[in-house]
């Protein structure tokens, strides 16, 4: 029999029963589910490793090597690997089929926590769960590895930084500090108070260039969402066009610029708030 001390309170060789590696409990959620607790034992979880990276180059001719023309972060994966260790096979069988079944959502946030004790935050699929159970040998523990890709390829902080100004200036410029390693995808939420023959929104990076521009007369009570992330100019949640690029944010300091413009010669006039919103990425 395999189901015995030898394999059940120790491993083979009096080797202890497989333990938590030194993480905490709930060092790793997808979506709700906790993979690190009593009955998870999670043994690797290899986030560190950068995405995959997609290069556009083209031929020098008659010349050796490669024009470099742009790139691209492409997708991460990440591993999982431990151990499920139950008091009994009938305990191992349901903690299988919770795992799986919560494992079934798309595109949950996937928490791995560091050092410190924050969290590195990835939107995250599961792709392939390898369980390693045998009805005869691996009877109230067995060995998993889990596979998750990321389509969004960096990780980023839980909570997103928030900044909110309050202006009567048609144009304003701020400094804007962003952390993590990688360009991060702002969300801008205006809150018309008044405003008076504006008819256009602009936002400039001026570190980067980068400039928006969504033609719209804006009214009292006005709610306008330029979401960079998803592409998405709104006025009172109604699509409106835009013209230029949206304004990602670097790594550091961003000089932004945010104007009201009126297209004729009236002067134009508002008072509102606007909100930036963003995640620290990293690579």
């Known amino acids: 029999m395999l189901n015995t001390y030898q394999y059940n ?41 950068f995405p995959d990276r997609d290069f556009n180059t083209d031929e020098k001719p008659s010349r050796n090597g490669r024009i470099f023309i742009s790139d691209a972060w492409d997708q991460k994966e990440i591993n999982i690997g431990g151990t499920l260790v139950t008091n009994t096979a009938e305990e191992l069988d349901t903690l299988i089929f919770n795992l799986k079944k919560s494992l079934a959502a798309k595109e949950q946030n996937l928490d791995i926590q560091l050092a410190d004790g924050s969290y590195r935050r990835y939107k995250a699929t599961c792709v392939k769960a390898d369980i390693g159970r045998s009805d005869h040998y691996h009877i109230t523990h067995c060995p998993v590895v889990l596979s998750f890709e990321c389509g969004v390829p960096f990780g980023t902080d839980t909570d997103a930084s928030s900044l909110l100004y309050e202006t009567s200036l048609t144009s304003f410029t701020e400094d804007i500090i962003v952390g993590g390693s990688v360009e991060t995808l702002p969300m801008f939420v205006f809150i018309v108070e008044s405003a008076v023959n504006v008819d256009k929104l602009r936002i400039t990076n001026n570190t980067t260039g980068k400039v928006i521009e969504s033609s719209m007369v804006l009214a009292d009570g006005d709610v306008i ?52 919103k963003f995640y620290n990425s990293y690579l």
């Open 225 to 276: 969402i330029i979401d960079t992330e998803n592409y998405s100019v709104t006025q009172n949640f109604v699509e409106k066009d835009y013209t230029g690029v949206f304004p990602e944010f670097i790594t550091g300091t961003n000089n932004i610029t945010i104007e009201a413009v009126s297209d004729d010669v009236d002067i134009p006039a508002i008072t509102y708030s606007v909100t930036c």
């Open 9 to 49: 309170t120790t491993l083979y060789a009096d080797q202890p029963k497989p333990e938590t590696g030194g993480l905490p409990t709930d060092a790793i959620r997808f979506g709700s589910f906790g993979l690190q607790n009593d009955q998870i034992c999670v043994s690797v979880a290899d986030h560190w490793d």
